[in-house]
C-alpha cells in the first residue's frame, strides 16, 4: 500500500499524465499550473513547493494574473509624483509599453519579451511619425522596471524581468557650457527685463520652473539667499507645485555680482508684495516658455551664440562654474537641488579634467621661464630621460614619445 504524503497529492488523470495539488497557505487547495509526464515529477514538484512555503517565499499564483495595462494604470493612481513626472509616465505607457505589454499578465512578460521591445523600440523609433531615440527608451525602460519592481515587492513576480544592461542609462549629447563673458552677453541682449533672470538661473543653478515659480518673499538680497520652494509646471495650462523632489527643496547662495542685479530687477520689473513673482511677463502675467522663446531666440542671435543653446544650459554652465570654484560633492548636490550623486559626479569630474588642464598650464608656464633664465631643469626630465638613466625601456606612449604624438 502506497505511504499517504505529508504535503499536497499526486492523482494520474486519465490521458495518463500526473496532476499534484496542494494546500496553499491562504487555505485554498491549488493545482499545479502544469501536470506531469511522472509521478516522481508531480512528487518533486510538491516538494519545492513546500519548501517555499517553509522559507516564506510562496507566491499566490493567481497573483500575477492582472494584465499589465490595469497593473501600470493603478500604479501611476497611487504614486505621488509631480505633474511633470505624472505626464511623462502617462506618455511613456501610452506610447511605448502599454501597445507591448499591455494584454499580457505581469506574470506572463519574460526577459526574452522585454529584450525584443527594447530592440524594436530602438531601431523603429526615428522612423515614426513622432520619432524618438535612445533617450526615450531608456526612459520608458526604467518606467517598466520601477512598474515591475513594486511587483515583486507586492509578491505577485517572483523576479523582475527587467535584466539588461545599461538599458537604464540615457547618453545624451554633451551640452555647451558658456563662458562668464557669454552669460553676461546674453544678459546685456535681452534686455532690462529679463536681465537679472539669466544671471539668476545661471549663477543661483534654477530650472525654469524655479525660476518662473520664485516669489520676492523667497528671494533674501540681505543674506544673497534664493530658496527653492515653490515651481511652475507647463503641462495643457499652468500648474503651480512643490519642486519634484525633497532635494529640489533648498536654499543657494548666491555670489555678491548679481545682487545689484536683482535690487535693480525688483524694483523695475517684479510683482508687487511678498507673494509677488519675480519674473513676470510684458503684461505682468505668469512666464511661460512659449512667450519667453521669442525674447531668447533674438537675445542669443544678438550675443552671437549658436541658436541650438537651451535655457537649461544656463543651468549646466552654472553648476560646472560651482564645480570649478571648488564645490565638494555634498554642495554640488545641494545647489543642484539633486538626491543622487550620479549628476553632481558628472561635474566634478569635469573639475578633474580642468586640474590637469590647469597642471599642464603651469607645466608650460614654468618651463618657458626656465628656458628664459637660463636655468636647467634637471629635475623636469620628461618620463623617457628618467626611464634610461634607470636602465629602464620607456613605456609607449609616455614621455617624449607621448610629446611628439600630439
Known amino acids: 500500500m502506497t505511504a499517504k504524503r505529508r504535503f499536497g497529492r499526486v492523482r494520474r488523470l486519465p490521458s ?9 497557505p491562504d487555505g485554498i487547495d491549488r493545482p499545479a499550473q502544469q501536470t506531469f509526464g511522472t509521478k516522481r515529477e508531480a512528487e518533486v514538484w510538491l516538494t519545492l513547493k513546500e519548501g517555499e512555503m517553509r522559507r516564506g517565499d510562496w507566491l499566490d499564483p493567481s497573483a500575477g494574473a492582472v494584465p499589465f495595462a490595469k497593473y501600470a494604470a493603478d500604479w501611476l493612481g497611487q504614486g505621488q509624483f509631480s505633474p511633470k513626472t505624472a505626464q511623462l509616465y502617462e506618455l511613456l505607457l501610452r506610447l511605448h509599453l502599454t501597445p507591448t505589454f499591455g494584454e499580457l499578465t505581469i506574470a506572463e512578460i519574460r526577459q526574452e519579451d522585454v529584450r525584443i521591445w527594447r530592440a524594436e523600440q530602438l531601431r523603429n523609433g526615428p522612423m515614426q511619425d513622432r520619432p524618438f531615440g535612445p533617450v526615450t527608451v531608456a526612459k520608458a525602460y526604467r518606467l517598466l522596471r520601477a512598474i515591475l519592481n513594486t511587483a515583486v515587492r507586492d509578491k505577485r513576480i517572483r523576479a523582475n524581468p527587467c535584466q539588461i544592461k545599461g538599458a537604464d542609462r540615457e547618453s545624451s549629447p554633451e551640452r555647451p557650457v558658456l563662458s562668464v ?5 546674453l544678459a546685456e541682449a535681452i534686455g532690462p527685463r529679463y536681465r537679472a533672470l539669466i544671471l539668476l538661473a545661471t549663477f543661483g543653478n534654477l530650472r525654469w520652473g524655479e525660476i518662473a515659480g520664485l516669489r520676492r518673499k523667497n528671494l533674501d538680497l540681505a543674506s544673497r539667499t534664493v530658496r527653492v520652494i515653490e515651481t511652475v509646471y507647463e503641462l495643457d495650462r ?9 532635494a529640489s527643496l533648498r536654499k543657494v547662495v548666491l555670489p555678491e555680482l548679481v545682487i545689484p542685479e536683482l535690487v535693480r530687477h525688483l524694483e523695475r520689473f517684479a510683482g508687487q508684495g511678498p507673494d509677488g513673482l519675480v519674473f513676470v511677463g510684458v503684461k505682468g502675467g505668469q512666464l511661460r516658455r512659449s512667450n519667453f522663446s521669442k525674447p ?27 564645480a570649478e570654484a571648488g564645490a565638494s560633492l555634498a554642495e554640488l548636490m545641494n545647489r543642484m537641488g539633486h538626491s543622487s550623486a550620479r549628476a553632481a559626479m558628472v561635474y566634478l569630474h569635469a573639475r578633474d579634467e580642468r586640474d590637469q588642464q590647469l597642471a599642464a598650464n603651469l607645466d608650460r608656464m614654468a618651463r618657458r621661464e626656465l628656458r628664459r633664465s637660463g636655468i636647467k631643469a634637471a629635475a623636469t626630465q620628461s618620463g623617457t630621460q628618467r626611464a634610461r638613466r634607470a636602465g629602464k625601456r620607456p613605456e609607449k606612449g609616455s614621455g617624449e614619445h607621448a610629446r611628439k604624438g600630439r
Not at 495518463?16 to 496553499?24: E, F, S, V
Not at 541658436?307 to 543651468?315: C, G, I, K, N
Open 16 to 24: 495518463g499524465r500526473y496532476q499534484a495539488r496542494y494546500l496553499g
Open 181 to 185: 563673458a557669454e552669460v553676461y552677453r
Open 238 to 246: 499652468l500648474v503651480r507645485g512643490k519642486p519634484k523632489s525633497e
Open 296 to 322: 531668447w531666440a533674438r537675445a542669443l542671435a544678438r550675443a552671437e551664440l549658436p541658436a541650438a543653446t537651451h535655457f537649461h544650459d544656463l543651468r549646466h554652465t552654472g553648476n560646472t562654474l560651482s
